[in-house]
C-alpha cells in the first residue's frame, strides 16, 4: 500500500474512557468498521486516544504501549490504512527513563512505529510535569507523501507546523484533546497553519468530558487554500475522504511560501551591552519567558561546548552567555591566553541557534551580570557543587533555580591547545 501517495484524508473522532487501553482500541476497531475507509486512507485518532490523561496510572500503563502499537500495526494493515494518534511512550531505562507525548503512525511497516513526540507541553494541564517535550521533529514518509505531525498544544506555534513542511511534508496530521470553550481558535489555528504552510491539515479531536473539561470534537479536515472540506459535530464522528493533490500543486505553482528560507538576521547584533540587555531581559521575563544564565571562556569552541549550551538552553526560553573577555581570561589563566580574542569568540558563539544572547564581562566572576540580569535559570557544569557556584544563592534567593549539568562529550579546550602546540 501506498506505493504512490495518501489517497484519502480521515479521522475518527471519540470519547476516551480514562485508562482503558482495550476499551478505547475497540472504539477504533469499531469506528474502522462503521467508516470503512478505503486502502490508502490515512486516519487521526485524538491526542492520548487509549489512555487519556491518567497521569497517575501512566506509569503502569505506559508498558502496555509496545503491545498496543504491535496490535495497531496488524490492525492497520488489515484495512490497509495508516492510523496515527498520540500515546505515552516510555524511553530510556532507570533513573534515565522519560516519558514523551507521542504521535505514532501505524501501517507503515515499523514496529515501533515512527513516532513525532508533542513539541510543547501544556503546563496549564501540568502535562511539563509528567513528559519531556521532543525535539526538532521531522516529517514521517508514508508513500510519496512526507506527513507532519502536531500533538494539540504545538498547534499554537506556527514554526512546529513550518519546519516540517519545509522539510517536504505536503501533509500536516493534528492528534488532540482541545476543549469545546476554545473550539473556534482551534479552527482559525488549524486554518492558518493549512494557508501559511499550503498544506492539507488533518486533525483528530476528542469529545466529552474529560475530569470536568468538556472537549470539542470538531474533527477537521482542511484544504492548504484553508477550506474546510470535512467538519464533525461534538459527538462521536468520523469522515474520510478523497485527496486531491492536484490542488495543492495548483495553488503552488501560483506563489509558494514554503520554499523562501532565507537568512534575515546579522547574529552580531546579540552581542550586547549589559544596559542594553537588561532593558531586553526585562521585556522578555514581561511576556513570561524564563531567562536562563551561563557563563564561561569558550576560547576554542568545541563539540563539548555545543551540547553544553544546547541542554543549558533547554532549561527556558532564552539563553544569555557571560563570556569572559580577555583581560579576565589573562587573570585567570594566565598570560598566553586567550587564544582567540574576545570578539572573535563572541562572534562565533552569537552564531549558535542555542544563544540568544552574548554579554562580555572584565570581573574574575560574573556576579554583576546575575544580580542585574536576575535570571531564572543559572546553570553551570556538573563538575561545580552547586555552593561553589557564584551567583547560585543570590539566584535561589530570588526564586529561580540553578542546574548543573554534566558534559557528554568530554573534550578540554586546554588539551586542545596543548595537541596543537605539541604538533608544531
Given amino acids: 500500500m501506498f506505493e504512490n501517495s495518501v489517497s484519502q484524508l480521515g479521522f475518527l473522532q471519540f470519547e476516551i474512557i480514562e485508562s482503558n487501553i482495550q476499551k478505547n482500541l475497540a472504539q477504533v476497531k469499531e469506528g474502522l468498521l462503521t467508516l470503512a475507509p478505503p486502502p490508502g486512507s ?5 491526542e492520548m ?7 497517575e496510572d501512566l506509569a503502569a500503563l505506559s508498558p502496555e504501549i509496545p503491545a498496543l502499537l504491535q496490535e495497531l500495526e496488524v490492525l492497520a494493515k ?3 490504512i495508516v492510523l496515527a494518534g498520540s500515546l505515552p511512550w516510555q524511553r530510556g531505562e532507570g533513573d534515565d527513563r522519560v516519558l514523551q507525548n507521542t504521535l505514532f503512525f501505524s501501517g507503515t511497516g515499523t514496529v515501533p512505529p515512527h513516532g513525532i513526540a508533542k513539541q510543547y507541553l501544556f503546563s496549564f494541564w501540568k502535562e511539563d510535569r509528567w513528559f519531556q517535550a521532543g525535539t526538532r521533529p521531522s516529517p514521517v514518509a508514508i508513500g510519496s507523501d512526507l506527513v507532519g505531525g502536531l500533538v494539540c498544544y504545538d498547534l499554537r506555534f506556527p514554526e512546529v507546523a ?3 513542511c519545509r522539510q517536504g511534508a505536503d501533509i500536516l496530521l493534528m492528534s488532540a484533546q482541545w476543549p469545546q470553550a476554545r473550539i473556534g481558535q482551534w479552527k482559525t489555528l488549524l486554518q492558518a497553519r493549512a494557508i501559511e504552510n499550503q498544506a492539507f491539515v488533518l486533525a483528530a479531536n476528542a469529545c466529552g468530558n474529560w475530569d470536568g473539561v ?7 479536515v482542511i484544504a492548504p487554500d484553508g477550506e474546510i472540506l470535512a467538519e ?17 500543486q495548483e495553488l503552488r505553482d501560483r506563489f509558494n511560501t514554503v520554499a523562501p528560507n532565507p537568512w534575515a538576521r546579522d547574529d552580531w547584533d546579540k552581542i550586547l551591552p549589559l544596559d542594553k540587555l537588561a532593558e531586553i531581559v526585562a521585556l522578555r521575563k514581561k511576556t513570561g519567558q524564563k531567562v536562563v544564565f551561563t557563563n564561561g571562556c569558550f576560547d576554542i569552541i568545541h563539540a563539548g561546548h555545543v551540547e553544553y549550551l544546547q541542554q543549558a538552553r533547554r532549561q527556558g526560553d532564552f539563553l544569555i552567555l557571560g563570556l569572559n573577555d580577555d583581560h579576565s581570561i589573562r587573570s585567570i589563566k594566565g598570560p598566553d591566553r586567550p587564544v582567540n580574542e574576545e570578539l572573535q569568540r563572541a562572534r562565533v558563539l552569537a552564531a549558535l541557534g542555542c544563544v540568544d544572547a552574548v554579554v562580555l564581562f572584565g570581573e574574575d566572576t560574573p556576579i554583576n551580570l546575575i544580580t542585574t540580569l536576575s535570571p531564572d535559570v543559572l546553570v553551570k557544569g556538573a563538575d561545580w557543587e552547586e555552593d561553589q557556584i557564584v551567583g547560585a544563592a543570590e539566584v535561589k534567593a530570588g526564586g529561580g533555580r540553578v542546574e548543573r549539568i554534566p558534559f557528554t562529550c568530554q573534550t578540554s579546550t586546554t588539551e586542545l591547545i596543548s595537541r596543537i602546540r605539541s604538533s608544531d
Avoid at 490515512?42 to 485524538?46: D, E, Q, V
Avoid at 486516544?49 to 497521569?55: E, H, I, L, P
Avoid at 468538556?214 to 477537521?220: A, F, I, K, R, Y
Wanted: net charge negative.
Fill in 232 to 248: 464533525a459535530g461534538e459527538g462521536n464522528d468520523s469522515a474520510v475522504l478523497a485527496l486531491n493533490h492536484e490542488v495543492q
Fill in 49 to 55: 486516544w487509549a489512555t487519556g490523561f491518567a497521569y
Fill in 162 to 164: 513550518q519546519l516540517q
Fill in 214 to 220: 468538556q472537549m470539542g470534537g470538531h474533527s477537521l
Fill in 78 to 80: 488489515s484495512h490497509q
Fill in 42 to 46: 490515512l486516519i487521526a485518532l485524538p
